[in-house]
């Protein structure tokens, strides 16, 4: 069983928009936070956006403005809303999510496969 299912990556031109998202399986619950890293060819992998079950949000300095994170805690899913994209947002996008492995009582972090998001003219 995949840990989080992502979709929405792709080709976009300078400027233009894509939303990600990213579910949970069932195999974590009491999901305290979710959220995307990303990470570009030859960089280091970076955190992009956060979100808590509160609602609390965090963001790279870059993509302020620009990105939004949600979420909905009915659906275990998160969503990365990316507009005016810029040719340095180029990299592979990893969602997140903090929680409690079913069956135990130990916090783990669960990752999705990655999605390719290329800006590009």
């Known amino acids: 069983q995949v840990p989080l299912v992502e979709s929405g990556g792709g080709l976009v031109q300078p400027g233009g928009s894509l939303r990600l998202s990213c579910a949970a399986s069932?195999?974590?619950?009491?999901?305290?936070?979710m959220g995307w890293h990303r990470q570009a060819p030859g960089k280091q992998r970076e955190l992009v956006a956060r979100?808590?079950?509160?609602?609390?949000?965090n963001y790279l300095d870059s993509v302020k403005g620009r990105f939004t994170i949600s979420r909905d805690n009915a659906k275990n899913t998160v969503y990365l809303q990316m507009n005016s994209l810029k040719p340095e947002d180029t990299a592979v996008y990893y969602c997140?999510?903090?929680?409690?492995?079913?069956?135990?009582?130990?916090?783990?972090?669960?990752w999705g496969q990655g999605t390719q998001v290329t800006v590009s003219s």
């Open positions: 979100i808590t079950n509160s609602g609390s949000t």
């Open positions: 069932g195999s974590i619950f009491s999901i305290s936070s």
């Open positions: 997140y999510a903090f929680g409690v492995r079913v069956g135990t009582t130990s916090w783990v972090t669960d």
